[in-house]
C-alpha cells in the first residue's frame, strides 16, 4: 500500500513538471501570437522589407534562416554521426575515451557568443569565406556538433549488444553490422538529435551576428559566399536598433511567431520521419 503511494505520488509531481512545461510552451505561443497575428499577410511573408523595416515583408529573412539552419545541420550531422559511432563502435574505453566524452560535454557549455568570435576569427578571416552563407554555416555545425554527438550516442548505446553479435556470428563484418543494423535501429534516436539542433541553429543570433547575418541586404543571396538576411538578427535589429519602435515592435512580434512556425514545422516533419522509422524497426 504505502509503495503504490509513492509510486503514484512520483508519477503525479512528473505529470505535475509535463503539465508546467506544457502550460509555458502554450502562454509563449499565446503570446506572441497574439501580437504577430496582425501584421501577418502574405505581403509580409514574399517581400522584403521597405522604407526603413517599417513596411514590407521579411522574405529574405525566411530564407537565409534556412539556408543556415540546414547548411548547419548538413554539416554537424555526418562529424557528429562519425564521431558517435567511433566511440561507441571502435574507441578502446579508457582515460582517452573520458577525455574526449569530457571535451565534447564543455564544448556543449561554451557561450554561442564565443563560438561567433571562432567563426569570425577563423572562417571569417583566417579562410577568407568572409561575412556569408558559409561562414554562418559552419560556425552554427559547431554550435550544433556537441549536441548531435551526445543524441547520437545515446541512440547507439541503446541498440542491444545481442544484435551486433548476431549479425557478426552470421559472418557480417562489423561495419557491416553498424551499417545495415545498429544505425537503422539507432535512427529514430538520431533524428530525436537533428530535431533539437535545428531548433537550436534557427534560434541562435550570436554566432551569426559576426559570421553571416546582415541588418539590410537587397534582393536574395546569389551564393554561399553571400551575407544575407535572418529571423533572429532581424527580430534583435527590430528591437535594438530601430528608429520607428511602433512599426517595427510589431514587425518583430511576427517575425518572432514565423521563426516559431519554421522551428515547429521542421520539427514536426523530422518527428514523423522518426516515428516512421520507429515503426518500421520496431
Avoid at 505535475?16 to 501577418?40: A, D, H, N, P, Q
Avoid at 558559409?134 to 545515446?154: D, F
Avoid at 536574395?220 to 515592435?249: C, K, N, W
Wanted: proline share 5%; glycine share 10%.
Amino acid at each position: 500500500m504505502k509503495k503504490n503511494l509513492i509510486q503514484d505520488s512520483g508519477f503525479f509531481i512528473l505529470f505535475l513538471c509535463m503539465l508546467t512545461t506544457l502550460i509555458f510552451l502554450g502562454l509563449i505561443i499565446y503570446f506572441i501570437s497574439v501580437r504577430g497575428l496582425k501584421v501577418i499577410s502574405w505581403e509580409f511573408l514574399t517581400q522584403g522589407p521597405r522604407m526603413g523595416m517599417t513596411q514590407g515583408g521579411i522574405a529574405p529573412a525566411i530564407l537565409g534562416t534556412v539556408y543556415l539552419t540546414l547548411g548547419a545541420v548538413l554539416f554537424a550531422l555526418p562529424l557528429g554521426l562519425a564521431c558517435a559511432i567511433y566511440l561507441c563502435e571502435y574507441s578502446p574505453k579508457g582515460f582517452t575515451v573520458n577525455l574526449i566524452k569530457m571535451g565534447i560535454n564543455n564544448l556543449a557549455g561554451v557561450p554561442s557568443v564565443v563560438f561567433g568570435l571562432f567563426g569570425l576569427a577563423v572562417f571569417v578571416k583566417f579562410f577568407g569565406f568572409g561575412v556569408s552563407i558559409l561562414s554562418g554555416s559552419l560556425t552554427l555545425g559547431i554550435v550544433i556538433l556537441p549536441l548531435i554527438i551526445s543524441a547520437s550516442q545515446e541512440a547507439l548505446l541503446a541498440v542491444p549488444q545481442s544484435i551486433r553479435e548476431a549479425s557478426l556470428s552470421l559472418g557480417a563484418t562489423k561495419w557491416a553490422t553498424i551499417k545495415n543494423i545498429v544505425l537503422p535501429t539507432a535512427l529514430p534516436g538520431i533524428l530525436t538529435g537533428i530535431i533539437l539542433s535545428i531548433g537550436r541553429a534557427a534560434g541562435e543570433t550570436a554566432p551569426i551576428l559576426f559570421t553571416a547575418a546582415a541588418f539590410y541586404t537587397r534582393g536574395y543571396p546569389r551564393s554561399i559566399f553571400s551575407e544575407v538576411m535572418a529571423l533572429p538578427y532581424h527580430i534583435y535589429a527590430l528591437m535594438t536598433e530601430g528608429t520607428h519602435p511602433d512599426q517595427q515592435t510589431a514587425i518583430a512580434y511576427g517575425s518572432s511567431l514565423i521563426l516559431l512556425f519554421l522551428v515547429l514545422l521542421i520539427s514536426a516533419a523530422a518527428i514523423f520521419i522518426r516515428q516512421r522509422q520507429k515503426n518500421i524497426h520496431g
